[in-house]
């Protein structure tokens, strides 16, 4: 049964076309591992893009964290940059520069990447740092993009205490 408390879903960085595109912070608190989900309709333009991630010690909700800095290890991530519409397969990138995903500048395809973060292994959760965000670079007239989270909860959390009447 679904708990209205467990959002699994977040969204992070609504579709945009034309402009820079700071996604909004979420919190990763009690979370376990993060897929962040970015979908990139590539226009015709062929320019070629970048995913930057960004952490922070608070302000999940909105476009500007406490603290905000750029992730300072490799992320795993996984792709498809030409068939992810008629195929099931995901390819396993390389590790990310440093948060930093760089796009190919494939013309007319639709793009997707699963960027996978592990709180623990990938942010500064020793010093605050709780919340994630990613930034788009700006998309061009031509494409549209945005981005959400599939939250995976702390495999003992507590659950949400339900009273019954």
């Not at 034309?18 to 320019?47: E, N, Y």
């Not at 700006?138 to 599939?150: E, K, P, R, Y």
């Amino acid at each position: 049964m679904f708990h209205p408390e467990l959002n699994l879903i977040a969204k992070l960085a609504s579709f945009e076309m034309d402009g820079t595109r700071d996604g909004t912070f979420i919190s990763l608190k009690g979370v376990h591992r993060c897929f962040l989900c970015c979908i990139i309709h590539q226009g015709v333009d062929a320019t070629v893009h970048t995913l930057t991630l960004k952490q922070a010690t608070a302000g999940a909700g909105t476009t500007t964290g406490t603290g905000e800095k750029a992730f300072a290890v490799a992320v795993p991530y996984y792709y498809a940059e030409l068939a992810w519409a008629s195929s099931n397969l995901l390819t396993k990138g390389a590790l990310s520069a440093v948060g930093v995903l760089t796009c190919s500048a494939d013309q007319s395809v639709d793009k997707l990447y699963v960027i996978d973060i592990v709180p623990e292994r990938d942010m500064d959760v020793a010093g605050g740092f709780d919340c994630v965000g990613i930034n788009f670079s700006d998309l061009g007239a031509a494409n549209s993009g945005g981005s959400f989270a599939i939250l995976i909860p702390d495999r003992y959390s507590p659950m949400a205490t339900v009273y019954a009447d």
